[in-house]
């Protein structure tokens, strides 16, 4: 672990040619102390690494100095071979590309490092798409990225459920979950995500657009996802829940309005049960989850949803009675 840690620090730094003690401690996951560690580690090895203190100071490497490391253990080189992988890459035109890494990537790898990762290719098989997805990539897929590598305007016509709109959009990414492409555009000034399947028409323009400073496509993936779950929860209830009812409930309902139920809520009385407030998508659907959690919940509020939860108990109850089955 230790070995990593160092050869990606020196790394960096071979890259950046000096950061901060923080920095790197954040890049790293580890603390400063453990950075300052490190560093003598690898000025004992001889490697030319200075610090300077103060405000303006940080750890610095030599110019002009370089490891002869790759960077690259057995199992990050085994990653680029990862069996099905390449779909992704293949549908943005990059399939080329990604063979002509892994064909370099072996070459440099000593025999025992290239060994493993076969074996890795051998044991791991990535398969992203859902078991009903469609072969081929969306119509429009390819001047999307097309324009997303060249910081290009579009103009997307886009089938929404109710009708086909016009937007002219910056593309700034292409997100594949599960096998379905989404685009991540800014549109007048705002952040969008438009599933790729629904373009019906791409025009990508000469117009170029500047790129949001430190955009990070991973991390707004992230946000805008939890924006659309959010957006989904459109009602509340009120439910009282046992300690078994507590731990279960995360996982029949969505995960992060139930734990921001369970933050929020009060103490357990004398006999453990708790009272939370938990945001759902409508009464339908949460009868439907919260009837799951059999007795180990109780519905205060509304009480219309109590008096289904009672209607699907009874009717179990009736279904299941002792006596001869049908």
């Known amino acids: 672990m230790r070995a990593s840690r160092l050869v990606a620090l020196l790394l960096h730094l071979q890259q950046r040619r000096e950061a901060t003690a923080a920095e790197l401690a954040g890049l790293l996951e580890v603390s400063v102390r453990t950075i300052y560690r490190d560093v ?14 103060g405000p303006r100071g940080g750890i610095r490497l030599l110019e002009g100095w370089r490891t002869n490391l790759d960077g690259l253990t057995a199992d990050e080189a085994g990653v680029l071979f990862l069996s099905g992988a390449p779909g992704a ?4 035109g990059l399939a080329t590309t990604l063979a002509a890494a892994q064909v370099k990537v072996l070459a440099t790898l000593p025999p025992e490092l290239r ?23 969306p119509e429009h897929l390819a001047p999307l990225a097309d324009a997303c590598w060249s910081d290009r305007r579009v103009d997307i016509r886009y089938r929404r459920s109710d009708r086909e709109v016009t937007r002219r959009v910056d593309p700034l990414g292409l997100v594949c979950k599960a096998g379905t492409w989404y685009l991540v555009a800014r549109h007048r000034g705002d952040l969008r995500t438009y599933r790729v ?7 990508v323009r000469d117009e170029r657009f500047e790129r949001p400073a430190g955009f990070d496509l991973a991390a ?5 996802s939890n924006e659309f779950d959010r957006s989904l929860l459109r009602a ?10 507590v731990r279960l409930l995360p996982h029949f309902v969505d995960d992060a309005a139930a734990r921001e139920a369970i933050a929020a809520a009060g103490e357990p009385d004398v006999d453990g049960w708790r009272e939370l407030t938990l945001a759902v998508e409508s009464e ?16 205060l509020e509304p009480l219309s949803l109590r008096a289904a939860l009672a209607a699907t108990g009874e009717a179990i109850a009736r279904r299941n009675a002792l006596g001869p089955a049908h």
Not at 40 to 53: D, H, I, M, N, R
Not at 89 to 92: F, I, N, S, V, W
Not at 115 to 137: C, K, T
Not at 197 to 203: F, I, L
């Open 197 to 203: 399947s629904r373009v019906v028409g791409a025009a």
């Open 89 to 92: 890459a293949a549908e943005l």
């Open 284 to 299: 339908e659907v949460a009868a439907s989850q919260l009837v799951a959690l059999g007795a180990e919940i109780e519905v």
């Open 220 to 224: 707004t993936w992230t946000e805008l």
């Open 115 to 137: 060994a493993r990762a076969g074996r890795i290719r051998e044991r791991f098989h990535l398969d992203a798409p859902g078991w009903f997805h469609r072969d081929g990539p």
């Open 236 to 245: 509340t209830v009120r439910i009282r829940c046992s300690r078994l009812g």
């Open 40 to 53: 003598a580690a690898l000025q004992a090895a001889g490697v030319p690494l200075w610090t300077e203190p």
